[in-house]
């Protein structure tokens, strides 16, 4: 049974677009996070999120917003897909105080 | 705000022999957790080692140690009896205790390359 799971494991959309991505984790785990992993393979925290607070990176655009319909989920929902919005995204989840994320499989996005 | 640096784009290692890839960061903290990740072709993320920097002893799992230095900000990983399933991204990582929900500040990576 798969701890953190995605998706889809691919997705190719077209620019303009608006898409999401799914993640959802069976650890009881009380934070969960998107990183995004460039084309040069630079891993980078996009969000952070549990039942009270959200912490948003600075640099990520406005047209990503997560969403957390309940503790076991936190979809990824982008808006106006670009160009150099491909990339993986992963989701991971970490219990409080535990400091071990547990990683998703990632999604490959491409946007064409 | 935290860095972590890998000097080291990629490495090659003759299969059973000894590599250490190198990380240094850059933290005002003094308690804080670091690691090093795996990442396969699958793409996967795996959790290859975790050390706490308030323990001076170094953390070794099977293979794989590291050398802590806190003073010099440095953690290396070494890998013992290299195989061919060690071939990988390593990617190494950066906690701020008390920090959850800052998460994980990585490194850009070594690629490694085992020969057979």
């Known amino acids: 049974d798969t701890a953190v799971s995605q998706t889809p494991k691919y997705l190719v959309t077209q620019m303009g677009n608006d898409k999401s991505i799914k993640c959802e984790q069976n650890l009881g785990h009380d934070t969960m996070y998107w990183y995004k992993q460039d084309s040069k393979k630079f891993l980078k925290i996009m969000f952070s999120y549990n039942n009270k607070e959200l912490i948003i990176n600075e640099t990520v655009p406005n047209r990503f917003s997560p969403k957390s319909p309940d503790k076991a989920h936190l979809n990824l929902h982008i808006n106006s897909l670009e160009l150099g919005d491909s990339a993986v995204y992963f989701c991971?989840?970490?219990?409080?105080?535990?400091?071990?994320?547990?990683f998703g499989q990632g999604t490959r996005l491409t946007v064409v | 705000a935290q860095t972590v640096t890998q000097s080291q784009p990629e490495m090659s290692v003759q299969e059973a022999e000894t590599v250490t890839l190198s990380c240094t960061y850059d933290t005002s903290e003094s308690d804080y957790y670091l690691f090093w990740y795996k990442q396969p072709p699958s793409r996967q993320m795996i959790l290859v080692i975790r050390q706490e920097a308030y323990k001076q002893q170094n953390a070794t799992e099977n293979r794989f140690s590291v050398n802590f230095q806190k003073a010099a900000k440095s953690f290396s990983l070494k890998i013992s009896d290299s195989q061919l399933g060690d071939a990988a991204m390593y990617f190494c990582?950066?906690?701020?205790?008390?920090?959850?929900?800052?998460?994980?500040?990585f490194g850009k990576g070594t690629h490694l390359i085992i020969q057979p």
């Open positions: 991971a989840s970490s219990a409080r105080g535990s400091y071990e994320a547990f």
């Open positions: 990582a950066y906690w701020l205790s008390g920090g959850g929900a800052d998460g994980l500040t």
